[in-house]
């Protein structure tokens, strides 16, 4: 609904305004009538016409007449405009952390403060980012448009990088007491199904889907009883959600008919082959060691080389491991990457090397604020000292 | 509609060390980008180098603080520009990305949009 309120205010404020009042007026008129039959154009079309009496009301209204797209011939479903808005919200010129923003607030209904939360930032900052967010795109005139079909892809791309970046934040937090943000991970999932649905032919979208289908399924196993992280290796693979295995494996198998996987396929894949393993040792980790492989090859990345690594020392020992790890010491992308030092850690800890896995275990503390990974560490360091 | 400047960026010495041949590609591939902003294009000119500058500054009494050179010494130095004019942002990047100094490895361009008064 906001979206749509977007396409006749083209003013982002004024929309979300527009939007609110709808609301209020919806929660007033719904109690005395009952909820109409389609709640949602009703809100739309209350939400429009508020916008276009505040428009004619304000003098502006007059120099912004080229600007507003007036009565359109049959208005598009509120789909094809919550696609026109995630597009403006990610367009190249908005810096990433403003396209995260954006998204989140005008796309995943996230307040201000949360989308502060989200990012470790003070609300105030917040605020200031997405103003300025929204200036840009007045100011510069971002046009609210799905790109031209020769820009389709490369668009889509940055779509993709700030849904997955959403969902990473929420799947793992980067800091505070929870694992988990779950508003985060629902609001990625909802994107990729609202991308998917507009542009089923689209292999990326589709493998995205799929990759955050299949890590999601595990999410009733990650936390203990009593909330301690439990690694992949001791999840109980009864309670993952096999609907969603079976989803998301389904999206993969379709994204993967094209001429070349994509990255987010790729990783993908990896979920499934730890999807359909019964358990942690008869996983097959050759096919994952090859899959990572093919990844480094399509998005080569010091994070892909130390996922590959810790697959590698599960194929071949903690040995190999720790070998395939010690050209990323040096990487200076990796320099603050908490996860770096717990895998040789763990690596250590296999291999009966205790005070050099202590070290380690004290690195990987120093560079983690998750209070849940944290306790994990601590719990590890405690083994080895 | 709006205004847009566009700003070409370089290294100077990348562009004194240039050769007939390149320059005359350069020259053949502004005319082509002209030709493609037909109407969106307002004007645009290919400045002086650098060093042909006078910069002002405050100064003391009524008098400006003239000194020999551009206003800022950066590495990057404004060759050129265009002022173009089109409905939105995109427009300007498709017609703007045409230009040679933004496949040069050395320059590029900024898109500045005017601020209009009245």
């Known amino acids: 609904m906001l979206a749509a309120t977007v396409r006749v205010t083209r003013d982002l404020d004024l929309a979300e305004e527009c939007a609110q009042d709808a609301y209020a007026q919806a929660l007033r008129t719904w109690a005395d009538s009952g909820i109409p039959e ?194 992949l290796a001791e999840q109980d693979r009864t309670r993952w959600d096999t ?90 992308a990796l320099a603050t990457y908490g996860y770096l030092s717990a895998a040789r850690a763990d690596f250590l800890r296999r291999l009966g090397r205790r005070a050099e896995a202590a070290a380690a275990y004290e690195e990987a503390l120093a560079l983690t604020d998750n209070d849940v990974e944290r306790a994990f560490l601590t719990g590890r360091l405690g083994e080895v000292r | 509609m709006a205004k847009y400047l566009v700003l070409i960026y370089g290294d100077e010495k990348e562009w004194a060390n240039s050769s007939p041949q390149e320059r005359e590609q350069t020259e053949r591939a502004h005319r082509a980008f002209q030709s493609a902003a037909g109407a969106a294009l307002l004007g645009g000119n290919e400045l002086q180098p650098p060093a042909t500058a006078t910069s002002l500054r405050a100064g003391s009494a009524s008098r400006p603080t003239v000194t020999d050179g551009p206003f800022l010494e950066t590495k990057e130095v404004l060759g050129g520009y265009y002022l173009l004019e089109a409905a939105d942002l995109d427009e300007v990047i498709a017609l703007a990305g045409q230009l040679p100094e933004v496949a040069a490895s050395h320059s590029g361009v900024e898109i500045r949009p005017v601020r209009e008064h009245g």
């Open chain 1, 38 to 231: 389609r709640p949602g154009a009703w809100l739309t079309t209350v939400a429009r016409n508020r916008a276009m009496d505040v428009l004619r009301r304000e003098s502006a209204f007059r120099r912004a007449l080229p600007l507003l797209v007036m009565e359109e011939p049959a208005a598009g479903p509120e789909q094809d405009d919550r696609l026109r808005l995630i597009f403006t919200c990610c367009h190249p010129a908005l810096a990433r952390e403003a396209q995260v923003a954006l998204t989140l607030r005008l796309l995943c209904g996230l307040t201000t403060a949360e989308v502060a939360r989200a990012f470790l930032v003070q609300e105030s900052t917040m605020a200031a980012r997405i103003t300025r967010a929204k200036k840009k795109i007045a100011a510069a005139r971002i046009p609210y448009r799905v790109p031209a079909p020769d820009e389709l892809s490369e668009r889509v791309g940055a779509v993709l990088e700030v849904v997955h970046l959403v969902f990473s934040t929420g799947h793992t937090a980067p800091s505070g007491e929870h694992l988990v943000r779950r508003d985060l991970v629902d609001g990625a999932l909802g994107l990729a199904r609202m991308l998917h649905s507009l542009l089923p032919g689209d292999d990326e979208v589709a493998g995205l889907l799929a990759l955050l289908l299949l890590i999601d399924a595990r999410r009733d196993t990650r936390l203990s009883a009593d909330g301690r992280l439990t690694l």
């Open chain 1, 243 to 332: 609907r969603q295995i079976a989803e998301g494996t389904s999206l993969l198998a379709q994204s993967l008919r094209g001429r070349e996987p994509t990255r987010y396929a790729v990783q993908a894949a990896i979920a499934a082959v730890h999807a359909e393993a019964p358990t942690w040792a008869a996983t097959d980790w050759s096919e994952i060691v090859g899959l990572y492989d093919v990844l480094r090859g399509l998005w080569p990345s010091p994070v892909v080389e130390l996922n590959r690594a810790v697959a590698l020392g599960q194929r071949d020992g903690p040995r190999a491991g720790l070998d395939a790890l010690a050209p990323l010491l040096d990487e200076p």
